[in-house]
Structure formats: C-alpha cells, structure tokens
C-alpha cells in the first residue's frame, strides 16, 4: 500500500474493502449477480474517498477510456495486450463504468486490508462522468474514442458532453497523455486545445469511405467557429477527412498509418478500436510486435461481435444500442451473403427510454437487400414499423417475422438460417442480455 495514505485512511479503507468483498461473497454465493456495482456502493458510503485512495496505489497509473462506442473492445484489448508483457491489470471488465463500478472493479484485486498491488488499471468510464472522476484518479492516460448520439433521454446532445469533457481535462495534471480520435472533429479539436501530451489515431484509407453521409450524424460543423466543414470523405457517421475552409481548422494527424495495421473482429469501427488500443499500448511503453501478435488472438467479450455455436449453427451478435453504432453492425450484415438477421429492441433503463433514435437509423439497405428479418424486444412493434417504412415498393423482397416472445423469435430465426450461413443477431444492451440468457442458459448482470 503507498505510504503517502494517512492511519485513519488507511483504517476506512480497510474497513471498506473488507465489507464489500463480504456482500460480493454472499450475492455471489446466492447467485443474485456479478456483484459488480453493490460492493462500490456500500464502500463509499464508509469511505467516499475510496476511488482516490484505490487510484494512488496503482504503481504505473490509471487508463481511462471514455467515448460512446467501443469502450469495452478498446479496454479488453489493451488489458490483454499488457497482460501478455507480464503486467498486472486490473479492469472494470463487466462493463460496469460508473463510479461504483469502477470501485467495485479496483476492490477485486485488493487484498482484505485495502492494499492494491497492480501494474496498470484500464477503467472504461460512462462518457458523462469523465469530469466527476479526472481528478481523484489522476489517469496516465485518456482514450477519447468518439462522441456520438446515445440516450438523448439521459446525456443531452454531443456539444454539452464535449464542453465539459473539454473543460475538465485541460485542468487536469499535465501528466496526462490524451490520445482522442483525430476524424472525430469534437475530439480532433479538444485534442488540439490542451497543454498536456496528446496522440491521435484515425484512419488514413480513402477506399473506405462511404457513398454518402449517413442520416445518424452529429458533429459537421466547426467546433471552433461554427462553419459546415468539408468532407472529403466520411468512415462512419461523423467520422473522416475534414477540414474548414472560414478558419482553417483542419483534422489532426494520426500517430500510426491504419493501412498497415490489421484489425480485431469484423466491422469498420473495430479498426477505430483497434488503432486506439495500439496507440494507448505504444505510449506505455510497449514494443510492437507485442502488440501485433495480440490483435489476431483476441476474443471479443459478450456481445460484441461475438459469435456462438447453437445447435449447428453460427450466431454472430452485434451490439446495437444507438444511430451509429446500428448503422456499422448493419453494415456488416449488408455486406455479408447471411440473410437472415434478428433485431431485438429494448427501452429499458440501461437502453434509454426513448427509443426515437431507430428513425435516425438506415435501415434501407437491410430491408432493399431481401431475406429475412425478425423482430421481438420490449418494442417489437416500434422497430417492425421501422422497416416497414424502409421498404420502397410494395412488391417487398423481405420476409419481415414479428415476434413479441424472444424464445420462439430466436427459434424461427435458427430455423430460418441455413446451415451455411451466419444468425446475425443486433440487439440493444439488455436485449443482449436477454438473447444470451436465451442462447447459452446463462444470466449475465
């Protein structure tokens, strides 16, 4: 434990700690969970400096990784990739990225008297919280992934989260090294505003631009003067090549050529999250080759491109919570030869409530390809007049399934897929957990 911790803070800590492991013993003992957020919980409320204290004894510091998508990937990958130097990580890798969660995660790898003995600690943070914790964890280092649209109901519109994100790491240690992403142009710009260190990555590969920008689009316009920028060409949503021809902002340079990197998992926002990992592994100290032979190894974690054997057949699940994240799992079925596609729509509290942001989705090239498409979540009907307005004659080619009960719409969509051809499976984040319980038996919290 570091000896810059006082007597009392050191007896609150242990006090808290040993608590918390008691009530994740017995949830865990009882089956009622993961017991990933109530010990944080009931930590701070005996020792409220807990996420401090916890930080201070990470011996090489703290990695935060914020962003709307991709977070977990990102986080996963990195772990693993200090992990095969021999590094000792601890990781919020249930996905639990608010402030109780990342306590509960730290506790994990504490002994019973609060002491932390790790290398490094990857922690994937809520985007809306990152100002809360900057400055009792003090991180070595800050992921800024991208900024996107996501639960309007909970966080508000882009431009609010970035002020704050930018207004709170400009005042944080000029320790910190900030490695955002240089085609997002909120970050591009944040990225170009701050004294600390900052590395960028992005994609440098024209040929992967879209035909056109998506409806699910957030940030073209100048973060500094206001401007419609100019696109050379876009990635994904908001991001790619642009520039503003009233005051010459312009988007930053990448750290690393994407061409010469392959990527983990299928999806052109897995090359985000891959370029990012590696960049974040290159400023810690790590050789490459170390990190290249990490990448093709990678397995990704529930949910996320993550595929099952289910009775003989392959069941690919894509997370697809927001506009943009949808429109790139959708991309990748579109691109794919599988036609039979289950889309599973929740609005529970983890989703967010309003679930408006299916209209903000491009759900034309799914429906004008043909095949089959089933729906079922708590919104079922919501999502099927979706694609039902996606269609552009009524000499339809697709065979649109709606299901309310997820068991039997699982079913169909198995006895629809052909041997030889993939179940995508695009769910928001509790219908996630619900289609997996459904697949495997097993219930995820």
């Known amino acids: 434990m570091g000896n810059n911790i006082g007597l009392i803070d050191r007896l609150k800590l242990g006090l808290a700690v040993s608590i918390a492991k008691s009530v994740t013993f017995a949830v865990r003992s009882l089956k009622l969970g993961a017991a990933s957020v109530l010990p944080g919980a009931i930590a701070r ?215 010469e990197w392959s990527q983990v998992l299928v999806g052109l926002y897995n090359k985000y999250n891959t370029l990012a990992a590696a960049t974040a592994a290159r400023e810690l100290g790590i050789d490459e080759a170390t990190i290249r032979a990490t990448i093709p190894t990678f397995q990704p974690a529930f949910g996320r491109a993550e595929e099952l054997q289910i009775q003989g057949k392959k069941v690919r699940i894509l997370l697809s919570k927001n506009p943009v994240g949808t429109n790139e799992t959708i991309r990748v079925v579109t691109e794919s030869n599988d036609k039979t596609t289950l889309l599973v729509l929740n609005d529970r509290t983890q989703d967010g409530e309003d679930v408006s942001w299916i209209w903000d989705v491009d759900t034309e090239p799914l429906v004008q390809r043909g095949g089959t498409l089933i729906v079922s979540g708590d919104r079922v009907y919501d999502m099927a007049l979706r694609l039902r307005y996606s269609e552009t004659s009524l000499d339809s080619k697709v065979n649109l399934i709606v299901e309310e009960n997820l068991k039997v719409a699982i079913d169909k969509a198995l006895e629809k897929t052909p041997a030889n051809e993939i179940l995508h499976i695009l769910p928001t984040y509790t219908a996630m957990l619900d289609v997996r319980e459904v697949l495997t038996g097993k219930k995820i919290r």
Not at 151 to 157: F, I, K, N, S, V
Not at 165 to 191: F, K
Not at 245 to 253: A, D, E, L, V, Y
Request: charged residues 20%; aromatic residues 6%.
């Open 45 to 259: 409320k005996i020792e409220p400096r807990l996420l401090e204290l916890l930080s201070r004894q990470v011996k090489n510091g703290v990695i935060l990784i914020a962003g709307t998508n991709g977070k977990t990937t990102t986080s996963l990958l990195l772990c693993e990739i200090l992990e095969r130097k021999g590094f000792r990580v601890a990781h919020n890798s249930t996905g639990a990225n608010l402030e109780n969660g990342l306590v509960t995660a730290l506790m994990e790898s504490c002994d019973a008297f609060g002491g932390l003995s790790v290398d490094y600690a990857i922690l994937e943070v809520d985007e809306n919280i990152v100002p809360k914790v900057l400055a009792p964890i003090q991180p070595k280092a800050i992921l800024a992934l991208n900024l996107f649209r996501d639960q309007l109901d909970r966080y508000g519109e882009v431009d609010s989260i970035s002020k704050r994100w930018t207004t709170a790491i400009s005042t944080n240690s000029p320790n910190t090294t900030v490695i955002p992403n240089a085609d997002d142009p909120t970050l591009s710009y944040l990225g170009q505003q701050l004294s600390q260190k900052v590395v960028f990555f992005g994609l440098n590969e024209p040929e992967k631009y879209l035909a056109e920008i998506p409806h699910a689009v957030d940030s073209i316009y100048c973060p500094n003067c206001g401007n419609p920028l100019t696109y050379a060409g876009v990635y994904l949503s908001h991001l790619g090549e642009f520039n503003c021809s009233k005051c010459g902002f312009q988007r930053s340079q990448p750290d690393l050529n994407s061409s």
